[in-house]
T-cell receptor, first 114, second 110 residues
Framework: AAGVIQSPRHLIKEKRETATLKCYPI?????VYWYQQGPGQDPQFLISFYEKMQSDKGSIPDRFSAQQFSDYHSELNMSSLELGDSALYFC?????????????FGPGTRLTVL | QKEVEQNSGPLSVPEGAIASLNCTYSDRGSQSFFWYRQYSGKSPELIMF????GDKEDGRFTAQLNKASQYVSLLIRDSQPSDSATYLC??????????FGAGTRLFVKA
């Protein structure tokens, strides 16, 4: 079965640089979520999109922005990167409304900021 | 108080035993409850979800929900060393936001 695809899988950036993470949800899933997970921590919800509109917002810094495109893929744009942004970034998708928002996670992008 | 609380563990059980993982949540309006398994450096993997009071069984896994006590648990029967991982409890109170607990580390000793 198709799963959530994330790219790149690994990314190394310098402080103050920008990064773009991409997420391709499971086919026919219309909701995408972004999470940040630091070492030894639980996933922290950043932002979600439903039908290409922002549906909820969590602890996403103002330096970050995201969007969902017409093909339902999503991109997380991160600017003015800081050392503390080093983490695993997961994207998850869930099937159309009427289910219980079970989320299926992608493999993650490991971002290292030097 | 965190919205979703789990004992961080580690919880250590011998192979073949029953592992019991517990989770409490603070929002009485919570509607859907999920258990994820996460191996180190990997993404969370959905094991089960439950939304009605009572038990829900799937293979060796049983999820139990008690909304009055705001409590959800996961039982793993016949625990195997491959079950050693961090188990994340997640709660959705409607809408799109799901809150994760900090996870319980489980070790199954061969």
């Amino acid at each position: 079965a198709a799963g959530v695809i994330q790219s790149p899988r690994h990314l190394i950036k310098e402080k103050r640089e920008t990064a773009t993470l991409k997420c391709y949800p499971i086919p026919r899933h219309d909701t995408v979520y972004w999470y940040q997970q630091g070492p030894g921590q639980d996933p922290q919800f950043l932002i979600s999109f439903y039908e290409k509109m922002q549906s909820d917002k969590g602890s996403i810094p103002d330096r970050f922005s995201a969007q969902q495109f017409s093909d339902y893929h999503s991109e997380l744009n991160m600017s003015s990167l800081e050392l503390g942004d080093s983490a695993l970034y997961f994207c998850a998708s869930s099937p159309p409304a009427g289910t219980h928002n079970e989320q299926f996670f992608g493999p993650g992008t490991r971002l290292t900021v030097l | 108080q965190k919205e979703v609380e789990q004992n961080s563990g580690p919880l250590s059980v011998p192979e073949g035993a029953i592992a019991s993982l517990n989770c409490t949540y603070s929002d009485r309006g919570s509607q859907s409850f999920f258990w994820y398994r996460q191996y180190s450096g990997k993404s969370p993997e959905l094991i089960m979800f439950i939304y009605s009071n009572g038990d829900k069984e799937d293979g060796r896994f049983t999820a139990q929900l008690n909304k009055a006590s705001q409590y959800v648990s996961l039982l793993i029967r016949d625990s195997q060393p491959s079950d050693s991982a961090t188990y994340l409890c997640a709660v959705n109170a409607g809408g799109f936001k799901t809150i994760f607990g900090a996870g319980t580390r489980l070790f199954v000793k061969a």
